[in-house]
């Protein structure tokens, strides 16, 4: 890495230019991309693909978000950068970022929705902080807290319906003096003036739109940005790529299944839109810039139609509060001691590990969970037993030594809200003057179980 003045660590960073850009597309997956690519719909990526290197990426265990891309950023695992789930901020960092060694060494940054970056880097060119997961809106430059209040009305539009027209002419004011474009104001306003009916097709057909809509204007946005605050490294993340998967995976363009079963034409515009993006900010940079570009892990679809309610899972342990606990599969729940104000934790993981084994299916007398003891949190997976059982389901769930108990169906809640779930491969590609044109690597590990691997070898040219 190169220092601002040069000398022995490499030539000069040049004024008011970019150098190197990392694009997350968060749930990023090969199947829609090749297909998409090999049909002409995705040009941009086409292109970094034929003038860089491509893989697969191999994920981390733990297929959360949040501490896969911190992950990404600082070469680090959770226990190390501090960053477990959707919950946590930047005050929870423990580790460099990529780009807060770029800023040390005297480069400008610019950050846009990455996860884990609220609050934002007020003296950094610009950081702008996934909208869903920040409390208040604050983003640098100020202008564009008016993000935040989108999200929330498309959420209120999508739930109920109903858009206040004051906040609506506020948020449109708003974005197009940050730089939205007519044609992109006009397509959230079709939407945010449309309530979706109650059938599901119009409901996930909408659900997309606004999905796609909400990359257009982040494209729009972030152009804007890097022509009035060009940083030296930019990291970008398109997280709609994952909502859309989980919520439309398989469906086609109304909303409806597809009679092939597969990802479905609302995946396809997303990552349509998606590769619009890419292609705008590839334009703004030098044609020697490096460029990543990475998914935290793939999709498919769904199979699961039953899902553990993990409220109520807290509720029978009397957890609430105590312990921190995501589902990012159907059967499976993560759960960590949480950590008060104090930095101390009232619930160690042995006793969490403990009492998750008292979780027993009675009269059929099996366990509920089969338990992955991790250092640093629990893995509970729903045994095969439980699991899409209707002898089962007719079953209690029994705390033993508690006398405490839950129907089983109250606890696997039949219905799954997603059609689409994560599978640990991703995808890598990579453009720059390091890296040979044309070539495919043979894998990308990423995580603790890879360690003992060799480095990734070369394969042959071409796109894997």
């Given at each position: 890495?190169?220092?601002?003045?040069?000398?022995?660590?490499?030539?000069?960073?040049?004024?008011?230019?970019?150098?190197?850009?990392?694009?997350?597309?968060?749930?990023?997956?090969?199947?829609?991309i090749?297909?998409?690519?090999?049909?002409?719909?995705?040009?941009?990526?086409?292109?970094?693909i034929?003038?860089?290197?491509?893989?697969?990426?191999?994920?981390?265990?733990?297929?959360?978000?949040?501490?896969?891309?911190?992950?990404?950023?600082?070469?680090?695992?959770?226990?190390?950068?501090?960053?477990?789930?959707?919950?946590?901020?930047?005050g929870?960092?423990?580790?460099?970022?990529?780009?807060?060694?770029?800023?040390?060494?005297?480069?400008?940054?610019?950050?846009?929705?990455?996860?884990?970056?609220?609050?934002?880097?007020?003296?950094?060119?610009?950081?702008?902080?996934?909208?869903?997961?920040?409390?208040?809106?604050?983003?640098?430059?100020?202008?564009?807290?008016?993000?935040?209040?989108l999200?929330?009305?498309?959420?209120?539009?999508?739930s109920?319906g109903?858009?206040?027209?004051?906040?609506?002419?506020?948020?449109?004011?708003?974005?197009?003096?940050?730089?939205?474009?007519?044609?992109?104001?006009?397509?959230?306003?079709?939407?945010?003036?449309?309530?979706?009916?109650?059938?599901?097709?119009?409901?996930?057909?909408?659900?997309?739109?606004?999905?796609?809509?909400?990359?257009?204007?982040?494209?729009?946005?972030?152009?804007?940005?890097?022509?009035?605050?060009?940083?030296?490294?930019?990291?970008?993340?398109?997280?709609?790529?994952?909502?859309?998967?989980?919520?439309?995976?398989?469906?086609?363009?109304?909303?409806?299944?597809?009679?092939?079963?597969?990802?479905?034409?609302?995946?396809?515009?997303?990552?349509?839109?998606?590769?619009?993006?890419?292609?705008?900010?590839?334009?703004?940079?030098?044609?020697?810039a490096?460029?990543?570009?990475?998914?935290?892990?793939g999709?498919?679809?769904?199979?699961?139609?039953?899902?553990?309610?993990?409220?109520?899972?807290?509720?029978?342990?009397?957890?609430?509060?105590?312990?921190?606990?995501?589902?990012?599969?159907?059967?499976?729940?993560?759960?960590?001691?949480?950590?008060?104000?104090s930095g101390?934790?009232?619930?160690?993981?042995?006793?969490?590990?403990?009492?998750?084994?008292?979780?027993?299916?009675?009269p059929?007398?099996?366990?509920?969970?089969?338990?992955?003891?991790?250092?640093?949190e629990?893995?509970a997976?729903?045994?095969?037993?439980?699991?899409?059982s209707?002898?089962?389901?007719?079953?209690?769930?029994?705390?033993?030594?508690?006398?405490?108990?839950?129907?089983l169906?109250?606890?696997l809640?039949?219905?799954?809200?997603?059609?689409?779930?994560?599978?640990?491969?991703?995808?890598?590609?990579?453009?720059?003057?390091?890296?040979?044109?044309?070539?495919?690597?043979?894998?990308?590990?990423?995580?603790?179980?890879?360690?003992?691997?060799?480095?990734?070898?070369?394969?042959?040219?071409?796109?894997r």
């Open positions: 890495m190169s220092t601002p003045n040069g000398g022995a660590h490499g030539p000069p960073w040049p004024a008011q230019q970019p150098r190197a850009v990392i694009i997350g597309i968060d749930g990023g997956d090969w199947g829609p090749r297909s998409l690519i090999d049909r002409g719909k995705m040009p941009a990526l086409a292109r970094l034929d003038e860089g290197v491509s893989a697969d990426l191999r994920s981390l265990d733990t297929l959360l978000s949040p501490r896969i891309w911190t992950s990404i950023a600082t070469g680090k695992l959770p226990i190390k950068h501090g960053i477990w789930g959707f919950h946590c901020t930047r929870d960092l423990r580790a460099k970022r990529v780009w807060d060694i770029v800023r040390e060494a005297g480069g400008s940054v610019g950050v846009f929705q990455w996860m884990a970056t609220w609050p934002p880097e007020m003296d950094d060119a610009f950081c702008v902080p996934c909208a869903p997961l920040s409390p208040d809106g604050r983003t640098n430059p100020p202008s564009l807290g008016f993000l935040n209040q999200h929330s009305m498309g959420r209120r539009q999508y109920s109903g858009v206040m027209l004051r906040t609506g002419v506020s948020v449109a004011w708003n974005a197009l003096l940050s730089g939205a474009r007519l044609g992109t104001l006009v397509e959230i306003a079709s939407l945010l003036l449309h309530r979706p009916s109650r059938r599901d097709g119009d409901r996930l057909a909408w659900y997309a739109r606004a999905r796609c809509a909400q990359t257009r204007l982040n494209a729009d946005l972030l152009t804007r940005l890097l022509r009035r605050r060009p940083p030296t490294i930019l990291a970008m993340l398109i997280s709609e790529t994952d909502m859309v998967q989980h919520k439309t995976w398989g469906a086609g363009a109304s909303g409806d299944g597809c009679p092939d079963g597969e990802w479905g034409d609302l995946v396809e515009q997303q990552y349509i839109r998606a590769d619009a993006s890419i292609g705008r900010v590839l334009g703004a940079l030098p044609s020697d490096t460029v990543v570009v990475v998914s935290d892990h999709f498919q679809a769904e199979s699961s139609v039953r899902w553990v309610h993990v409220g109520r899972l807290l509720d029978l342990l009397q957890l609430k509060g105590r312990v921190e606990a995501a589902r990012p599969g159907m059967g499976t729940v993560y759960l960590r001691p949480a950590v008060d104000d101390g934790a009232s619930v160690t993981l042995d006793s969490l590990r403990e009492w998750l084994e008292r979780l027993w299916i009675t059929a007398d099996t366990p509920l969970f089969t338990i992955d003891a991790k250092p640093d629990i893995v997976h729903c045994a095969a037993e439980a699991w899409g209707a002898e089962a389901l007719g079953q209690t769930v029994e705390f033993r030594g508690a006398d405490r108990s839950l129907p169906e109250e606890l809640v039949e219905g799954s809200p997603w059609r689409g779930t994560h599978r640990d491969t991703g995808i890598m590609v990579l453009r720059g003057p390091a890296f040979r044109r044309g070539e495919a690597l043979a894998d990308a590990p990423l995580g603790p179980r890879h360690r003992a691997n060799a480095p990734p070898r070369f394969g042959p040219a071409g796109r």
